[in-house]
C-alpha cells in the first residue's frame, strides 16, 4: 500500500503562481519510489477528473495535459519521495482538487493505471 500526501493548494489571483507537493510514505511505499510513474489530475466541480501532467521514474520524460500550454512543470525528487508540480499564469479554469497519484510502471495518461491516490488539495483561482 502506497500513502500519497498533497500539500500546497490554496486560493490564489489570475496570473499567479502555486507549487504544489506530493509525499509518498517511505514506510509503506514497498518498492523504490524510483520506480513508480507519478502523475497529477485534477478534478473540477461537477466533471470529471482530468490528466494534468506525469512523469516516469527516472524524471527524464514528462508528459502534458492540452489545457495546461506550458503553463505548469512537473518534477520529482527520489532521494525524498517527492513530486512536485509547479503551476504558473493560473487561470480561473485551472481551479479544482488536485490529486497525485503513482504507477508501477510506465508512464500513462490514464486515470485507470494509476494504483496509488492522494486525496488531494483544492486550488482555487480567482479571476
Known amino acids: 500500500q502506497v500513502q500519497l500526501v498533497e500539500s500546497g493548494g490554496g486560493l490564489v489571483q489570475a496570473g499567479g503562481s502555486l507549487r504544489l507537493t506530493c509525499v509518498a510514505s517511505?514506510?509503506?511505499?514497498?518498492?523504490?519510489?524510483?520506480?513508480?510513474?507519478m502523475g497529477w489530475f485534477r478534478q473540477a466541480p461537477g466533471k470529471g477528473r482530468e490528466f494534468v501532467a506525469a512523469?516516469?521514474?527516472?524524471?527524464?520524460?514528462?508528459s502534458y495535459g492540452d489545457s495546461i500550454k506550458g503553463r505548469f512543470a512537473i518534477s520529482r525528487d527520489n532521494t525524498k519521495n517527492t513530486l512536485f508540480l509547479q503551476m504558473n499564469s493560473l487561470e480561473a479554469e485551472d481551479t479544482a482538487v488536485y490529486y497525485c497519484?503513482?504507477?508501477?510502471?510506465?508512464?500513462?495518461?490514464?486515470?485507470?493505471?494509476?494504483?496509488?491516490w492522494g486525496q488531494g488539495t483544492q486550488v482555487t483561482v480567482s479571476s
Open positions: 497519484a503513482a504507477r508501477y510502471g510506465t508512464w500513462s495518461t490514464r486515470e485507470s493505471d494509476y494504483d496509488f
Open positions: 517511505r514506510r509503506t511505499f514497498g518498492r523504490a519510489f524510483s520506480a513508480y510513474t
Open positions: 512523469i516516469v521514474g527516472s524524471g527524464v520524460t514528462t
